[in-house]
């Protein structure tokens, strides 16, 4: 579950916050225990967001970006797909994959996006937008001009600015979703420690190693 309270339907006095419960769920549900949304996420992002109608505000105004952005909606979503995959946050990228059908993205491009590098489906711009997106996640935002420039051969200034802004607050969302466990993200940590056998005891495998040498 996750790590912070879900509010429940009747603590909810935000219309914002009721608008987004009634439309995502349903009028009649309570969110905070009737789980679950149409894309099969539970959707307890929306109740614990709703912890705060200043930061849930915030949070549903930089999804309108989409209206008004100029941006191909298949950049954008390569873009958050390919950062919600490299931040590991399977929250992220399966519902960016979802999209990406919706936008009748070819399939072997979407299953392709956790090794985009070797996979020849993409197109010179696409490879740049994923490329990009690694830099942004993985490197801090430190980009070769090599990247940049094939974005600036294909992009618009205003549109390398929409891709950074939105591929940026996927990451947030995706760090966010890791961090307070939310959707797709409330899992055990995937990397822990295998135990030794019984009676291993404080064996030294170094000297097992070295051959006691």
Same mark, same amino acid.
């Given at each position: 579950? %996750?790590?912070?309270?879900?509010? $429940? ?5 935000? @219309?914002?916050?009721?608008?987004? =419960? ?13 789980? !679950?949304?149409?894309? !099969?996420? $539970? ?8 912890? *705060? ?12 970006? /989409? ?5 191909? %909606?298949?950049?954008?979503?390569? !873009?958050?797909? +390919? ?6 946050s399977q929250f992220v990228f ?9 936008? !009748?993205?070819? @399939? ?5 996006? %956790?090794?985009?590098?070797?996979? @020849?489906? /993409?197109? $010179? ?6 490329? /990009?997106?690694?830099?942004?996640? &993985? ?17 618009? #200034?205003? @549109? ?9 607050? =996927? ?10 466990? &939310?959707?797709? #993200? ?16 404080? +064996? *030294? ?9």
């Open positions: 579950m %996750p790590r912070l309270r879900e509010v $429940p339907r009747a603590e909810v006095t935000d @219309e914002r916050i009721l608008f987004f =419960y009634d439309h995502l769920f349903a009028p009649d549900r309570d969110p905070a225990v009737d789980h !679950g949304t149409a894309t !099969g996420s $539970p959707g307890d992002w929306w109740t614990v967001f709703a912890q *705060d109608s200043a930061v849930f505000r915030h949070a549903v105004r930089g999804f309108a970006l /989409y209206r008004n952005a100029s941006l191909d %909606p298949v950049l954008r979503e390569l !873009g958050q797909c +390919r950062a919600g995959w490299a931040r590991g399966s519902q960016h994959c979802k999209q990406m059908r919706a936008l !009748g993205m070819d @399939e072997d491009k979407i299953q392709s996006i %956790p090794h985009w590098q070797t996979a @020849e489906c /993409y197109s $010179p711009l696409e490879r740049a937008v994923l490329a /990009y997106t690694d830099c942004l996640v &993985l490197e801090g935002g430190r980009t070769p001009d090599a990247v940049f420039g094939i974005l600036q051969e294909h992009l618009s #200034d205003q @549109e390398i600015l929409q891709l950074t802004y939105i591929t940026c607050m =996927y990451d947030m969302h995706a760090v966010m979703s890791r961090a307070l466990r &939310l959707e797709f #993200d409330d899992r055990p940590e995937p990397i822990t420690e295998v135990a030794a056998p019984e009676g291993y005891g404080n +064996r *030294d495998i170094s000297a097992d190693l070295t051959g006691g040498a």
